[in-house]
């Protein structure tokens, strides 16, 4: 069993930066991929970026190619979320999330095998 703690959300102006964490117990989590997901009130959960076993994979949406960063260090049982040049349409509940033995570094939500609580993120104009 793998058990995720986020942290780092809050409120940013647009263009602004934030860096989320997510800190990880559990034996398997070297081996579950790991990504973020995010959800606005009333949507659905959006895979937001993935990240391979040994971090040498990712992914992103496409939205967010080129402004958001994700890394892991197993070492320390943690995952990071880089957030650069925040939209305002990018606030919501961020969730750190696993699958186990995952494939590849693109997640869907039906998949995750484990999520955090969420941390919120507010983004103003």
């Known amino acids: 069993q793998v058990q995720l703690v986020e942290s780092g959300g809050g409120l940013v102006q647009a263009g602004g930066s934030l860096r989320l964490s997510c800190a990880a117990s559990g034996r398997t989590f070297s081996v579950c991929a790991m990504g973020w997901f995010r959800q606005a009130p009333g949507k659905e959960r959006e895979f937001v970026a993935g990240i391979s076993w040994l971090g040498t994979m990712t992914d992103y949406a496409d939205s967010v190619k080129g402004r958001f960063t994700i890394s892991r260090d197993n070492a320390k049982n943690t995952v990071w979320l880089q957030m650069n040049s925040l939209k305002p349409e990018e606030p919501g509940v961020y969730y750190c999330?696993?699958?186990?033995?995952?494939?590849?570094?693109?997640?869907?939500?039906?998949?995750?095998?484990?999520w955090g609580q969420g941390t919120q993120v507010t983004v103003s104009s």
């Open positions: 999330a696993a699958e186990y033995r995952a494939l590849g570094p693109r997640l869907s939500a039906s998949d995750i095998d484990y």
